[in-house]
């Protein structure tokens, strides 16, 4: 299973948010985790926010640790002018955010070797993935 990794997943996960153990399964489990470099932009500024809130820098350094060697392991996407392109058409559920739509556009530029596969946990993400026919995980209980 190759997976497409979406910010609020990867975000849920790292911070240990309450679906951070479903999303740590699913990514675990796949052959390949697909993440936009978007997505490592996205996590280190939400990394900057938390230790705007927290006197602990240890765990902003353990955080920031564990996001890099995550990355080291999975396939980065560089936002190249297909995707850009994809990300500036409408999709299914409007109104979709900048960043949202370059997620989007990136999980349906791949959704062949994708295997159909997406993770978010984002409400309107999640939304259009399923719309545009990709498999959703973590799914509903």
């Given amino acids: 299973m190759i997976t497409y990794a979406e910010t609020s997943a990867v975000l849920s996960w790292l911070l240990g948010e309450a679906e951070s153990s479903r999303v740590e399964k699913i990514l675990d489990q796949a052959e390949l985790v697909v993440a936009s470099r978007l997505t490592l932009v996205e996590s280190r500024r939400a990394l900057h926010r938390v230790r705007a809130q927290t006197s602990s ?42 960043l949202d739509a370059i997620h989007l556009a990136s ?35």
Wanted: proline share 4%; net charge negative; charged share 35%.
């Fill in 57 to 98: 820098e240890g765990r902003i350094r353990m955080l920031e640790q564990r996001l890099r060697a995550a990355a080291a392991t999975w396939l980065l996407l560089d936002l190249d002018e297909e995707i850009l392109e994809k990300a500036s058409e409408a999709f299914p559920v409007e109104p979709v955010r900048t």
């Fill in 107 to 141: 999980a349906v530029i791949l959704a062949d070797s994708l295997k159909e596969i997406a993770v978010s946990l984002d409400r309107r993400m999640r939304a259009n993935v399923t719309k545009l026919g990709l498999r959703l995980l973590p799914e509903t209980e």
